[in-house]
């Protein structure tokens, strides 16, 4: 590809980038401010030191977001770079002032994770793994796992259990005592709707599996009763978006698709605002996927940065047998209850310290390099999906609890023995030049 051509791709990819942060800033400043006040949200002043700063931020997000889907690894360098690098570059004052020296500080410590995973996405190692399980058995074992999870869950059920949206929160905290935490019933319960019921979604579009897909969604209304679980069905829609990506062979162009929905989102925030003077939108969207990661960082580096906690050390983290979600929420930010979970390199720096926060970049590096690698052999578009599922799951969950308690872990133990899958039709010229844009050294391990 010629550099003329290059430019143009990356211009407009760099524009969607600003596109969506001019939007998050309206978003902030028309509703989720004022809204969320009694959460600490700041209405903070727009001046030529804020955006010479988030502008360069953003900059360096464009410069080094991955434009096309080619390995699993993208996703994560996506999803990292769209939902926890971009909004706190727009919104890193949103608690309180903050000067130059410690944004830099902060997004730097952030910034590191995304650096590291965008060197992987460049380099190309291949591994031969040898099939051990049918595809058919796979998703047979799989269906079973939620079969038995589901009726065992059906046998103890809350006494709120229903389908009133009204009263899904209580639903929610009935369950925590039901099925708590720890237990292999919690964990049977987080594995079928994080992991398991997506990838039957992602398979039955894939293949078109009607009655597959049906099963799917009869299992997020299974946990919507019991437990009053929205974000299951999100998970199951985006899932199959990618699966029908990959059956018609447009799996490559998944980011830009990204950046034109959420685009479409943020215009349907607007024309709902002006008309209503309130967005439904944007309190249950926007303001989850977009505010609420940068007023976490930023209540987590404020716990980390206090010495009045007397929680945290730098290597050390904190000492204490309660999670650091519920330190930093009930503790810090004195709210009874609040689970306060952020994306897992900034869980990881406040619970274990600097050693934590190394380890668990390294642990999520070899992941996505078992990932790739096999990828890069079978070209399995399964393994497509689990790099996209892991990556969303990380932005608020530590790295272990997204890999075990999820079910991504077992996901990924049984797809990389699996055979090749349905072959994908050919990358379009476009996906064809991008590949070309980097020439990776290729190294080959055989199993």
Same mark, same amino acid.
């Given at each position: 590809?010629?550099?003329?051509?290059?430019?143009?791709?990356?211009?407009?990819?760099?524009?969607?980038?600003?596109?969506?942060?001019?939007?998050?800033?309206?978003?902030?400043?028309?509703?989720?401010?004022?809204?969320?006040?009694?959460?600490?949200?700041?209405?903070? #002043?727009?001046?030529?030191?804020?955006?010479?700063?988030?502008?360069?931020?953003?900059?360096?997000?464009?410069?080094?977001?991955?434009?096309?889907?080619?390995?699993p690894s993208d996703f994560l360098t996506c999803l990292y770079g769209l939902f926890i690098l971009l909004p706190f570059a727009v919104l890193y004052p949103i608690r309180n002032t903050v000067n130059i020296q410690q944004f830099i500080f902060i997004f730097f410590t952030i910034f590191i994770p995304?650096?590291?995973?965008?060197?992987?996405?460049?380099?190309?190692?291949?591994?031969?793994?040898?099939?051990?399980?049918?595809?058919?058995?796979?998703?047979?074992?799989?269906?079973?796992?939620?079969?038995?999870?589901?009726?065992?869950?059906?046998?103890?059920?809350?006494?709120?259990?229903?389908?009133?949206?009204?009263?899904?929160?209580?639903?929610?905290?009935?369950?925590?005592?039901?099925?708590?935490?720890?237990?292999?019933?919690?964990?049977?319960?987080?594995?079928?709707?994080?992991?398991?019921?997506?990838?039957?979604?992602?398979?039955?579009?894939?293949?078109?599996?009607?009655?597959?897909?049906?099963?799917?969604?009869?299992?997020?209304?299974?946990?919507?009763?019991l437990l009053g679980l929205k974000a299951p069905l999100l998970y199951i829609c985006i899932a199959s978006l990618i699966g029908y990506s990959v059956r018609v062979g447009k799996s490559h162009l998944i980011i830009k698709y990204l950046y034109i929905i959420?685009?479409?989102?943020?215009?349907?925030?607007?024309?709902?605002?002006?008309?209503?003077?309130?967005?439904?939108?944007?309190?249950?969207?926007?303001?989850?996927?977009?505010?609420?990661? #940068?007023?976490?960082?930023?209540?987590?580096?404020?716990?980390?940065?206090?010495?009045?906690?007397?929680?945290?050390?730098?290597?050390?983290?904190?000492?204490?047998?309660?999670?650091?979600?519920?330190?930093?929420?009930?503790?810090?930010?004195?709210? #009874?209850?609040?689970?306060?979970?952020?994306?897992?390199?900034?869980?990881?720096?406040?619970?274990?310290?600097?050693?934590?926060?190394?380890?668990?970049?390294?642990?999520?590096?070899?992941?996505?390099?078992?990932?790739?690698?096999?990828?890069?052999?079978?070209?399995?578009?399964?393994?497509?999906?689990?790099?996209?599922?892991?990556?969303?799951?990380?932005?608020?969950?530590?790295?272990?609890?997204?890999?075990?308690?999820?079910?991504?872990?077992?996901?990924?133990?049984?797809?990389?023995?699996?055979?090749?899958?349905?072959?994908?039709?050919?990358?379009?010229?476009?996906?064809?030049?991008?590949?070309?844009?980097?020439?990776?050294?290729?190294?080959?391990?055989?199993?």
């Amino acid at each position: 590809m010629n550099t003329h051509n290059k430019s143009i791709i990356h211009l407009g990819s760099m524009t969607y980038l600003f596109l969506i942060a001019l939007s998050i800033l309206a978003a902030y400043v028309f509703e989720l401010a004022e809204a969320n006040e009694s959460m600490g949200y700041f209405l903070f #002043p727009i001046d030529l030191p804020y955006i010479v700063t988030s502008a360069l931020a953003i900059f360096a997000i464009g410069k080094l977001m991955p434009r096309i889907i080619r390995k699993p690894s993208d996703f994560l360098t996506c999803l990292y770079g769209l939902f926890i690098l971009l909004p706190f570059a727009v919104l890193y004052p949103i608690r309180n002032t903050v000067n130059i020296q410690q944004f830099i500080f902060i997004f730097f410590t952030i910034f590191i994770p995304f650096l590291a995973f965008r060197v992987l996405s460049v380099t190309s190692i291949t591994l031969k793994l040898p099939v051990v399980v049918k595809e058919k058995k796979m998703i047979f074992l799989i269906t079973m796992l939620c079969i038995t999870g589901a009726l065992l869950a059906l046998l103890d059920p809350p006494m709120s259990a229903g389908f009133d949206m009204v009263s899904s929160y209580d639903r929610r905290l009935e369950g925590r005592d039901i099925y708590s935490t720890g237990t292999l019933m919690a964990y049977s319960i987080s594995a079928i709707v994080n992991g398991f019921a997506p990838f039957l979604a992602f398979v039955a579009v894939w293949r078109r599996r009607v009655l597959l897909f049906g099963f799917s969604l009869l299992l997020w209304l299974v946990f919507y009763y019991l437990l009053g679980l929205k974000a299951p069905l999100l998970y199951i829609c985006i899932a199959s978006l990618i699966g029908y990506s990959v059956r018609v062979g447009k799996s490559h162009l998944i980011i830009k698709y990204l950046y034109i929905i959420l685009l479409i989102i943020f215009t349907l925030f607007f024309v709902e605002y002006f008309l209503f003077e309130y967005s439904f939108i944007n309190d249950y969207f926007i303001r989850r996927a977009f505010s609420v990661p #940068p007023w976490l960082i930023s209540a987590y580096f404020e716990f980390m940065a206090s010495s009045s906690s007397g929680y945290w050390h730098p290597l050390q983290g904190v000492i204490s047998t309660e999670p650091i979600s519920m330190i930093v929420g009930e503790v810090f930010l004195d709210y #009874p209850g609040l689970n306060a979970n952020t994306n897992a390199f900034v869980y990881q720096l406040a619970a274990d310290g600097v050693v934590g926060y190394v380890l668990t970049i390294v642990l999520v590096f070899g992941v996505y390099m078992l990932l790739d690698a096999t990828y890069a052999r079978k070209h399995n578009p399964a393994l497509l999906y689990l790099g996209f599922a892991y990556a969303i799951l990380l932005v608020e969950q530590a790295a272990t609890t997204a890999l075990v308690s999820s079910g991504i872990g077992m996901l990924i133990a049984i797809v990389i023995f699996s055979g090749n899958g349905y072959e994908v039709k050919k990358l379009s010229k476009t996906s064809r030049r991008m590949n070309k844009l980097d020439k990776p050294h290729l190294i080959n391990f055989y199993i």
